[in-house]
């Protein structure tokens, strides 16, 4: 299962930085997931307590945020959102654009308990 071992990736990282942080356990996960990431935040939800028991993670809260599809525009310029399907300008129907972003999976932020309290990095 493709999600499953994103999660699995994801879990080695967060568990790599509470580990640097002197954490006793993750209370959230904060991640960023464009349309055009190849990741189905759903999946990920469900797979997510599977890949993170018996880890630092094991309590903690996955919270997907959903990034935009954007497309720059080569014709006129412009920077509009487009659907995944149809990367073409909002403003002038050209299909000649740059993804600016949508394929993304970024680890925003993760919130530790330690000794010391609740510490977000
Ligand atoms: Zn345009």
Redesign the pocket.
């Known amino acids: 299962m493709h999600e499953l071992s994103i999660c699995q990736s994801l879990i080695d990282q967060v568990e790599q930085i509470a580990l640097t942080h002197g954490a006793q356990s993750v209370e959230s996960v904060k991640l960023k997931v464009g349309p055009l990431s190849g990741v189905e935040p759903l999946l990920l939800q469900h797979a997510y307590p599977y890949a993170s028991a018996g880890t630092l993670a094991a309590e903690s809260t996955l919270v997907i945020e959903l990034a935009p599809l954007k497309v720059s ?1 080569e ?2 310029g ?1 920077e509009t959102e487009a659907e995944p399907s149809w990367l073409v ?1 909002g ?2 129907g ?1 299909c000649h654009t740059r993804l600016v972003s949508g394929d993304e999976m970024i680890l925003m932020s993760v919130e530790l308990i330690t000794a010391e309290g609740t510490n977000h990095v």
């Open positions: 525009c014709t006129c412009a300008c403003a002038c050209s």
